[in-house]
C-alpha cells in the first residue's frame, strides 16, 4: 500500500500562509515580551521598544541586501537578547517556569503592579509614619512596586504575616518590645506581606547621620528597580523615602503621601496597555494585507 496518498502536497499551500503564520508568531511573542518585562517602571517599557525596534531594523537590512549593516545588527541584537536576559532574569525565569508547566495562556495575562489605593492602604501607611516620627520610633518600610520580589532578594524574607494594612499593626511592630521590631516591612498592595525582613546593606559611603535602616534601604533600592522604602529615623524622627539608591529627606507626612500617591498612580500600566494594544493593531493591519482582506473598522473608528 502506498503512503503518498497520506503526504500533503506542499505546493498547494498558498505562499502568503507561511509569511502570516510567522507575523502572527512575532506579534504574539513580542505581545508576550511586553506583558512579562513591561509591568515594571517606564523605561523598561522602552527597553522593550528599543529592542523590537532593532530586530525589525536587522529584518529590513536583510531584505534591502545590506550585509555590513544587516551583519552588525544581527551582532547588537544577540548582545541586547544577552542584556535583557540579565537585567530582567526574575522576569524570563517566571516566563520559562510558565513556559515549562504548559500554563501558556497565564503568559498572556498581564500581571499587575499592587494596587494602592489613595484614600486606604497610602493612607493608613502615612498616618502610622506619621505617628512612629512624632514617638521617634525607628521604622523601615518596603513597598514593593510591581510584582512580588524574590525570597533571593533579602538576605533574610523575615517572618510571614499577609495581613491587611492598618495603622494600627504597622505601630505594634515597630515597637521595642515586640520581637518583629528589627527588620523591614514588607507591603504589597493592601498587604502585609511580612515582617522582620533584613535587606541588603548599601555599599556607598553615606553620612553618618544615616544608621542602618538608611543604608538598608538605599541597598535594597539600588539592587531593585520596583520597590521603594521609607525610612523613620529612631534618633530624630525624620522621615525619608529610598528609590533607586537615592533618599529623599527629610520629609513631611503630607509630602510624604504625595509622593506615594504619584507613584502608584497607573501612567506605568497604562503605557504598558497601550503599547501592546498599538502593537497589535499594527499586527492586524498588516495581517490583514498581506491576506488582502477587506479592513474591519474598530469601536474607536466607528465613533
Known amino acids: 500500500m502506498s503512503l503518498s496518498g497520506f503526504v500533503p502536497d506542499l505546493s498547494r499551500i498558498p505562499s502568503w500562509l507561511p509569511n502570516s503564520i510567522d507575523l502572527i508568531l512575532v506579534l504574539a511573542l513580542s505581545y508576550a515580551l511586553l506583558l512579562v518585562i513591561g509591568e515594571g517602571e517606564r523605561r523598561s517599557l522602552w527597553t522593550v521598544r528599543g529592542f523590537i525596534i532593532l530586530m525589525l531594523a536587522t529584518v529590513v537590512s536583510k531584505k534591502l541586501q545590506l550585509v555590513l549593516?544587516?551583519?552588525?545588527?544581527?551582532?547588537?541584537?544577540?548582545?541586547?537578547?544577552?542584556?535583557?536576559?540579565?537585567?530582567?532574569?526574575?522576569?524570563?525565569?517566571?516566563?520559562?517556569?510558565?513556559?515549562?508547566?504548559?500554563?501558556?495562556?497565564?503568559?498572556?495575562?498581564?500581571?499587575?503592579?499592587?494596587?494602592?489605593?489613595?484614600?486606604?492602604?497610602?493612607?493608613?501607611?502615612?498616618?502610622?509614619?506619621?505617628?512612629?516620627?512624632?514617638?521617634?520610633?525607628?521604622?523601615?518600610?518596603?513597598?514593593?512596586?510591581?510584582?512580588?520580589?524574590?525570597?533571593?532578594?533579602?538576605?533574610?524574607?523575615?517572618?510571614?504575616?499577609?495581613?491587611?494594612?492598618?495603622?494600627?499593626?504597622?505601630?505594634?511592630?515597630?515597637?521595642?518590645?515586640?520581637?518583629?521590631?528589627?527588620?523591614?516591612v514588607v507591603i504589597n498592595g493592601s498587604r502585609i506581606v511580612s515582617a522582620a525582613a533584613i535587606l541588603p546593606l548599601s555599599e556607598r559611603t553615606a553620612s553618618r547621620q544615616l544608621g542602618t535602616r538608611h543604608r538598608a534601604a538605599m541597598g535594597v533600592t539600588e539592587r531593585i528597580d520596583k520597590c521603594i522604602c521609607i525610612v523613620v529615623s529612631e534618633e530624630t524622627g525624620s522621615i525619608s523615602l529610598a528609590e533607586k539608591g537615592i533618599l529623599n529627606r527629610p520629609l513631611t507626612s503630607s509630602k510624604l503621601k504625595e509622593l506615594l500617591q504619584a507613584k502608584f498612580a497607573p501612567t506605568v500600566e497604562a503605557d504598558a496597555v497601550r503599547l501592546s494594544r498599538k502593537i497589535g493593531f499594527q499586527g492586524k493591519i498588516i495581517l490583514q494585507r498581506l491576506l488582502r482582506l477587506p479592513f474591519l473598522p474598530t469601536p474607536q473608528d466607528k465613533k
Open 69 to 184: 549593516l544587516g551583519f552588525l545588527l544581527e551582532k547588537l541584537v544577540l548582545g541586547a537578547a544577552v542584556a535583557m536576559a540579565v537585567i530582567f532574569q526574575s522576569q524570563f525565569r517566571r516566563f520559562l517556569e510558565q513556559l515549562g508547566r504548559g500554563e501558556i495562556l497565564q503568559i498572556f495575562k498581564s500581571s499587575r503592579r499592587p494596587s494602592y489605593q489613595s484614600d486606604s492602604a497610602v493612607e493608613k501607611i502615612v498616618e502610622a509614619v506619621k505617628q512612629l516620627s512624632q514617638n521617634r520610633t525607628g521604622a523601615l518600610m518596603l513597598l514593593e512596586t510591581a510584582g512580588s520580589l524574590e525570597a533571593e532578594d533579602f538576605v533574610s524574607p523575615g517572618v510571614v504575616l499577609n495581613a491587611e494594612v492598618s495603622k494600627e499593626i504597622l505601630q505594634t511592630i515597630f515597637q521595642t518590645s515586640t520581637l518583629l521590631h528589627d527588620g523591614a
